[in-house]
């Protein structure tokens, strides 16, 4: 009965901890999942077709590894010590809001901080768009960040649900 009961226990804190740790995806896999979300959603427009975008970029936008490039404050400022990844599409010309930015922090005590740049950075893009596109403020004012364990999104888009979807579908 003892072993049993050992054995119930040792199962379930197995469980939980499984439950509450990350999901082993690879980055690339992730950015992946949500470049092809935005690729989707420039060939609904009937403007793109699929050779527009053989060479791996998107047109109109701009695309950066957080990590390996040196000038990316302009993008998110950060202190690169807080990831192990980071990712950014964002619009190639200044009439255009569109940001989605992702990231992983490098510990669960970084999160927190790297939430915060996120919120700054949104505070940033309001301040800028609030007065100088109104159309492209609205995409500012329906941003989300979202956090799922010690990955982030930061989306700025005219859609920015479905890339959040594919956020989410492509961490299960």
Do not use: H
Not at 125 to 148: C, F, G, H, R
């Amino acid at each position: 009965m003892k072993r049993l009961s050992l054995t119930l226990v040792l199962l379930v804190t197995a469980a939980a901890l499984l439950g509450c740790s990350d999901p082993n995806v690879a980055f690339e896999d992730l950015v992946g999942a949500i470049e092809a979300r935005v690729i989707a959603d420039l060939q609904a427009t009937g403007n793109f077709t699929e050779d527009a975008f053989a060479d791996g970029q998107i047109p109109g936008y701009l695309q950066f590894n957080l990590l390996d490039e040196e000038e990316t404050g302009w993008v998110l400022e950060i202190d690169k010590e807080l990831l192990a990844e980071g990712y950014a599409l964002v619009a190639q010309f200044n009439i255009n809001a569109d940001k989605i930015i992702v990231l992983k922090a490098r510990d669960k005590e970084s999160i927190a901080d790297v939430q915060a740049a996120l919120e700054a950075e949104l505070e940033k893009q309001d301040a800028t768009w609030s007065w100088y596109l109104p159309a492209q403020y609205e995409k500012v004012k329906n941003n989300i960040i979202e956090t799922q364990g010690s990955y982030l999104i930061y989306v700025t888009y005219g859609e920015p649900q479905g890339v959040v979807d594919a956020f989410i579908d492509a961490l299960k």
